[in-house]
């Protein structure tokens, strides 16, 4: 999109058109979203982050430069509101587990005593060419 549809569609919803933010909206979310969910990495804070950001959007649209590229000022607020969100979500107490159903007994989620000891007698079995390994 250039700078000339970018200014048009700027002028349409400043002029009150009814369908013009929904264009707005649908042409600029992909970039939004993208821009929250690197930023935050999880899709659902992005998804309020996108929303966060259209509203910011739609209330500033006035104070919008024209010579400007509009992807590139919707890009900045939108990288605004996510680092905002991230700031906000570190200085929030953990109150609730992300995990959903009933958590892994710990028999399943730890090694058993000795294990590591019975590794390393196990690889130091080998013959040392087939001693290497990646993790």
């Not at 509203?55 to 890009?75: D, M, Q, V």
Request: aromatic share 8%; hydrophobic share 45%.
């Amino acid at each position: 999109m250039g700078t000339l549809d970018e200014a048009a569609m700027v002028a349409d919803v400043l002029g009150g058109d009814p369908e013009a933010f929904a264009r707005l909206f649908a042409r600029f979310r992909p970039l939004v979203f993208s821009a929250a969910f690197r930023i935050t990495g999880d899709a659902d804070v992005a998804e309020d982050v996108v929303q966060e950001t259209f509203l910011k959007i739609h209330g500033a649209l006035r104070g919008f430069r024209p010579e400007a590229r509009l992807s590139t000022w919707i890009y900045r607020i939108a990288v605004n509101a996510a680092l905002d969100e991230r700031r906000r979500a570190k200085r929030r107490p953990v109150t609730e587990s992300r995990h959903d159903g009933p958590l892994p007994e710990p028999a399943w989620i730890a090694p058993e005593a000795g294990a590591g000891d019975r590794i390393r007698e196990a690889v130091a079995a080998l013959p040392p060419r087939r001693r290497r390994y990646s993790c």
